[in-house]
């Protein structure tokens, strides 16, 4: 889905990221910065076994460079590329297992991502109408593996995984139910003061997201229900409860964020989007009190506070890395590992088969390209080599809207900012549709 034009469908703005540099020189030239790069990272790269449910070297070092981390970032590099979901679940697994890791943030709206959660607790055992309602994005057969392991590891063991989404986009009426239930039950006098600006905010029932945005962003003074929005944000907030209390605020601020958000301008809204998903992955790490892994775009993974987004025919995109937001709240207990890729095939929102070419000259990919291992794992929190430290350090171009090819760019930032650690892949896939 594009950056800019689609309201329902922000969280699915897929960036495919992939690292480069320039290519590889003639034999027999001296030394330049991307042989040795490649050089470099083929003496420090940990391989990833050829059957990614085995164990091996590259688990150790994922561990290794999260320790001490409170928040996870994965970031992949466009949604719905089979080898990366592989990877992602590989070491989501690892980190669940080995390393502590009990709650898991998805770029996945939070209304919706209720009735997965509920899956993954033994709530409900219906996973295939638990995914049939979601995005596309997440209606593979790679994803649905991730969720019946986490669904056995609850089931298995004392202390749960608890999953939740961190966007606002389809923000539905479970947030609704949950907010009047809460005052109900601690407010009871505060009823008709909530109803008062429900009147305004809560939409028609059997209304679907899709719809009740469009019709929103058909009315031209949308200050009265900005206000509403906030007015029941405020609300519970007052009312308080505890547990129960920030749970109920929680789906009061998504309806907020709904609401103010598309009442921006429309290159207003990424900056905003992301500001409110580091917000969520914030609360929901406090929330939980446990070792969180964010599962998202590496574009919103990355610590990226200048990202910008090219695409033919349209303005440039330009917004702050939910990353960024999270780097400056949690330091160094913030690690991000971006999975990359060189080249393969993409399946596009309409089902079409696109292919990804290898990295354009200038891309920071190249030196990737050139190391030996069909997938590896390689840190870039170490001392280096000034050739690796100028690659590290460069202002890094890399591929944007993967159905566009190399028309599509973003930029904005060094390699050593965004990530901590990357996961490569030589040749990707897509995923497998449900």
């Known amino acids: 889905m594009r950056v800019r034009h689609t309201a329902f469908g922000l969280a699915a703005g897929v960036l495919a990221l992939a690292l480069v540099a ?38 150790a070092a994922i561990a290794r460079a999260t320790a001490g981390a409170e928040v996870i970032g994965l970031g992949e590099p466009g949604h719905t590329i089979g080898e990366v979901t592989t990877l992602q679940a590989r070491y989501l697994r690892h980190l669940v297992t080995h390393e502590g890791v009990r709650a898991i943030a998805f770029e996945m709206d939070w209304t919706l991502s209720l009735s997965v959660s509920d899956y993954v607790l033994g709530v409900r055992d219906d996973l295939d109408a638990v995914l049939d309602v979601q995005e596309r994005i997440w209606r593979t057969t790679e994803f649905r593996d991730v969720l019946e392991w986490l669904r056995h590891y609850n089931d298995t063991h004392v202390t749960d995984v608890r999953i939740a989404g961190t966007e606002y986009f389809a923000t539905g009426s479970p947030a609704y139910d949950a907010v009047e239930a809460h005052v109900a039950a601690n407010a009871p006098d505060r009823m008709t003061e909530l109803l008062t600006y429900f ?82 992955v914030r609360w929901w790490q406090h929330h939980t009190g446990a070792r969180t892994v964010y599962w998202a775009a590496s574009a919103h993974v990355a610590d990226a506070p200048r990202l910008t987004i090219t695409e033919p025919g349209e303005p440039d995109t330009t917004f702050a ?47 990737l390209a050139d190391v030996r291992h069909a997938q590896f794992v390689v840190g870039l929190d170490r001392h280096v080599p000034r050739a690796v430290r100028d690659w590290l350090d460069a202002q890094l171009r890399t591929r944007g809207l993967p159905e566009y090819g190399s028309g599509s760019l973003a930029h904005g930032g060094t390699l050593r900012e965004w990530f901590d650690v990357l996961v490569h892949t030589q040749e990707v896939t897509p995923a497998e549709p449900l």
Not at 224 to 231: D, G, L, N, R, T
Not at 339 to 363: K, Q, R
């Open 22 to 59: 320039p290519s590889t020189p003639a034999q027999g030239s001296p030394p330049t910065p991307t042989s040795a790069v490649t050089r470099w990272v083929e003496r420090h790269a940990v391989a990833v076994p050829d059957d990614p449910t085995r164990p091996g070297r590259d688990l």
């Open 199 to 280: 009147e305004w905010v809560r939409p028609d029932p059997g209304v679907d997201p899709r719809t009740h945005l469009g019709e929103y962003l058909a009315i031209v003074d949308k200050t009265p229900y900005v206000e509403a929005a906030a007015a029941v944000e405020q609300l519970v907030e007052t009312i308080g409860g505890g547990d129960s209390g920030d749970l109920a605020a929680h789906h009061a601020r998504q309806i907020h964020s709904w609401y103010e958000a598309f009442s921006l301008p429309w290159d207003d809204i990424p900056d905003y989007r992301d500001a409110r998903s580091a917000e969520n």
């Open 321 to 367: 890395s939910a990353g960024s937001h999270l780097e400056d709240w949690y330091g160094r207990h913030y690690v991000t590992i971006g999975f990359t890729f060189d080249h393969g095939t993409y399946l596009t929102e309409d089902g079409t088969t696109v292919a990804m070419p290898p990295a354009s000259p200038g891309w920071f990919e190249r030196p």
